[in-house]
């Protein structure tokens, strides 16, 4: 063996080992798993064909690695399809990823993950504005994706009807802020409704000004400050002909012009954050109690079905049992007179029988009678000769 041929094998040998390493590398650490979220597989599913990428791996080890990877439900469809195409990896591959693909990166199915992402949202609360930048987050993503051109289902966000849910989330302030601006956006711009991607920056925005540590002055505020103004919507009121004011304020009016102004704006605020929470919290409630009563409503319409249903069971087997029956009293009649037909049928036979005996009795009497007479005769003339 030469010295070039066996440096080439030496070579050899240590990419073998080189890539062998990288397998086992990636195994343990390079491949992330599959989450069984349809907004979520195309991206997993990139993620996937580059970390194999130049690995050189045969279709049944790539089929093994993709079933470890997998999700629960999406391991389960993997794992049948590998045992029917236990003898051919390559068709057990293939037909894996075109059901993954029809289960998770259809658009359909991608387009009801993603609405019903936003219909689980929560409610976004006027002092909660990190929540309203995970909305901001949200609708990010979705924009995204609609804009990649793989979901038309996703045009609907471009109407009024498409993107009311959302807005019924958000803080009463914001609410009336999105009024104006979308207004302004159709005078100004002479379109029918303004798009998503307007109304994601619109909440972006919002979101943005909301978390910036700059402005945040509701944290700055102290605490003993909100137990004051908490006390107050707990303190007991007495009401007179035309004012309502909290018991121990009552003393003396001219106390609340000695009141700071910018406390008092600062209170007023506060006032009406308060009596929007308050707003929001009642319109959750009626909804929650709609919903209550929509399912109660359907409870009572299903037992109600049910009833009927039994009651129409009830009736059938009435019928049924009627006309059983009266199916065997038909039987029973058909029976009794198959068997007074027999009996005739019997009686007639007898009477044939008899007759013909009678006949027979009646022809060996007339026999014997001219035997006799036979007899008679002869023995006369015997006696005469």
Same mark, same amino acid.
């Given at each position: ?18 890539? *062998? ?76 990823? #075109? ?20 219909? *689980?949202?929560? @409610? ?52 009336? @802020? ?55 919507? #707990? ?118 029988? @008899? ?31």
């Amino acid at each position: 063996m030469s010295p070039n041929q066996g440096d080439h094998h030496q070579a050899s040998a240590t990419y073998d080992l080189a890539r *062998c390493l990288a397998r086992n590398q990636l195994v343990t650490s390079g491949i992330t798993s599959f989450d069984d979220k349809p907004m979520n597989y195309w991206a997993w599913k990139s993620s996937f064909h580059g970390a194999i990428a130049g690995l050189g791996l045969s279709d049944r080890e790539e089929l093994d690695l993709l079933i470890k990877y997998l999700g629960r439900d999406s391991t389960e469809h993997a794992r049948r399809i590998k045992a029917v195409n236990i003898r051919s990896p390559s068709d057990g591959l293939k037909m894996t990823w #075109q059901r993954l693909e029809e289960m998770y990166g259809s658009p359909e199915a991608i387009e009801q993950a993603l609405f019903s992402k936003l219909q *689980c949202f929560p @409610k976004v609360s006027s002092r909660d504005p990190l929540r309203l930048r995970d909305l901001g987050d949200l609708l990010s993503e979705v924009e995204a994706a609609k804009t990649d051109g793989y979901l038309p289902g996703l045009s609907y966000l471009d109407t009024s009807r498409g993107i009311i849910n959302i807005v019924d989330k958000l803080p009463h302030n914001i609410q009336e @802020k999105w009024i104006s601006f979308g207004s302004r956006y159709k005078r100004d711009h002479n379109v029918a409704f303004p798009p998503f991607t307007v109304f994601a920056n619109f909440i972006r925005t919002e979101a943005r000004a909301r978390t910036d540590p700059s402005f945040n002055f509701a944290s700055q505020t102290s605490p003993e400050k909100w137990d004051k103004l908490d006390s107050y919507r #707990q303190m007991p009121i007495s009401v007179n002909s035309t004012h309502i004011y909290p018991a121990h304020r009552q003393e003396s009016r001219a106390e609340k012009s000695l009141v700071d102004p910018k406390e008092r704006v600062e209170e007023k605020e506060v006032e009406d954050e308060e009596e929007n929470e308050e707003k929001d919290e009642e319109e959750n409630e009626e909804e929650v109690e709609d919903e209550e009563d929509e399912e109660e409503e359907k409870e009572v319409d299903e037992e109600e079905e049910k009833d009927e249903e039994k009651v129409e069971d009830e009736e059938e087997d009435e019928e049924k049992d009627e006309e059983d029956e009266e199916k065997e009293v038909d039987e029973e009649d058909e029976e009794k007179e198959v068997d007074e037909e027999d009996e005739e049928k019997d009686e007639e036979v007898e009477d044939e029988e @008899k007759e013909v005996e009678d006949e027979e009795d009646e022809e060996k009497d007339e026999e014997d009678e001219e035997e006799q007479k036979e007899d008679a005769s002869t023995e006369h003339s015997s006696i005469q000769q």
